[in-house]
């Protein structure tokens, strides 16, 4: 009798773990990615969600005209009227057929190189801007580094392939990243269909190419979407940074050396994993206190607090495992100003790490009095010498003046 009982007892535990385990939501599978290489990032933190061959230098084709773009933003006015020279009109590739000698203002050219993809505009914008492509090329590699892409090198504002023109679909994510917290930047790659005006263009040579189509076709199919650009050359294959946001989270999904319509399928599902197997968990709120640290010299601890908040992603459905790192900076000494960075708090999980924050200083830190002794007994020092002097000084005045002797009578 015990054994059946013993036997009831077993079947029951293993249904209800089976019923346990069905109402578990399980986790999205990691996509299969038909591109050679892909990254999706959190537009937010930074954070890398996915990757394949992110770190292998790459050709870009078009999107290379993000990077293109952000230049020409920070460095003109949409407003300023560009000349477009003769070199710009012989471009081979994708073009709206501008004209040697047009008068067109920045703020379409834009429009053209990032909805169209418009290769003569490109080299319109790079002209006007640096003076030359070369020059132009100088000022890319300069902003790629600064924004921490360092393993690219950018030849043509365009992207028509070059042996020394790549990057890395890393790198390309950081680009894009840092140019979709422009607000004019992500008005024109949101923008589906434009209207452009070339009043100076010669129209006996047919009507000029003044609306304009977005290429990326995520605009009407993807839920959220909002950019970013496509890119296509025999060399690179087929290119995609496609963003997407839903409620406050937005990410940025890189794909390089796809094949026909796969690079759309890859962008859909790298997103849907994005939203779907990750959770935002706030780490750290801004001005949250860390820590109080002694500093040298200091008359009080200086009070260490977040500079910014942080969200990490982690596996939906799972328990955050992560451990914080305060990490100071070294040879911390009074006085100290209330803002002044003191160091990083450093976020990890599973062995790497998800993000950092910057640590500030909560309150003013004045010298100690006690740790102002030396300079006290300095000047203690340097007083004594002086009156010293002083002294030795006004005897001497008083030995050089001459006697009169009195005589008495």
């Not at 989270?249 to 390089?256: G, K």
Request: hydrophobic share 45%.
């Amino acid at each position: 009798m015990r054994r059946w009982w013993l036997i009831f007892f077993c079947c029951l535990m293993l249904l209800l773990a089976e019923e346990a385990r069905a109402a578990s939501p399980a986790s999205p599978p990691t996509p299969q990615v038909t591109g050679k290489a892909a990254v999706l990032m959190d537009a937010r933190n930074g954070q890398i969600l996915y990757e394949k061959n992110a770190d292998q230098p790459m050709y870009p084709a078009s999107t290379t005209k993000i990077l293109t773009a952000i230049i020409a933003l920070e460095r003109s006015r949409l407003d300023e009227v560009v000349t477009v020279s003769r070199k710009a009109t012989l471009v081979e590739g994708s073009a709206i057929g501008l004209q040697e000698g047009e008068r067109v203002t920045m703020e379409d050219l834009l429009y053209a190189l990032l909805l169209a993809s418009a290769n003569d505009a490109a080299v319109a914008i790079a002209e006007n801007v640096a003076g030359s492509v070369p020059a132009f090329a100088t000022l890319m590699n300069e902003k790629a580094r600064s924004i921490g892409a360092k393993e690219s090198n950018f030849r043509n504002p365009n992207g028509l392939p070059d042996p020394q023109h790549y990057t890395t679909a890393h790198d390309l994510a950081l680009i894009a990243r840092y140019a979709m917290q422009n607000p004019t930047f992500r008005t024109i790659v949101s923008t589906r269909l434009k209207q452009i005006h070339r009043p100076d263009a010669d129209r006996s040579k047919g009507p000029p190419q003044e609306h304009l189509w977005n290429h990326n076709r995520l605009l009407s199919s993807y839920e959220g979407a909002i950019g970013i650009k496509t890119g296509y050359t025999v060399e690179a294959g087929q290119c995609l940074i496609a963003a997407a946001r839903r409620g406050n989270r937005e990410l940025i999904a890189v794909i390089m050396k796809s094949q026909g319509a796969a690079v759309y399928s890859d962008a859909r599902s790298l997103l849907d994993y994005g939203f779907s197997a990750f959770t935002p968990v706030k780490m750290v709120d801004r001005g949250e206190k860390i820590s109080s640290y002694s500093v040298t010299g200091g008359a009080e601890k200086v009070e260490v607090v977040a500079g910014n908040s942080l969200f990490v992603n982690l596996p939906a459905g799972r328990e955050p495992s992560v451990e914080r790192q305060v990490v100071m900076h070294r040879d911390l000494k009074a006085p100290i100003t209330r803002g002044q960075e003191l160091g990083e708090l450093v976020i990890t999980g599973e062995g790497k790490e998800l993000g950092r924050v910057e640590l500030v200083a909560a309150n003013d830190v004045k010298v100690s009095a006690i740790r102002r002794w030396p300079v006290w007994l300095l000047g203690a020092l340097v007083l004594v010498v002086f009156l010293r002097l002083r002294k030795i000084m006004v005897r001497r005045r008083l030995r050089r003046q001459p006697r009169y002797l009195r005589y008495l009578r």
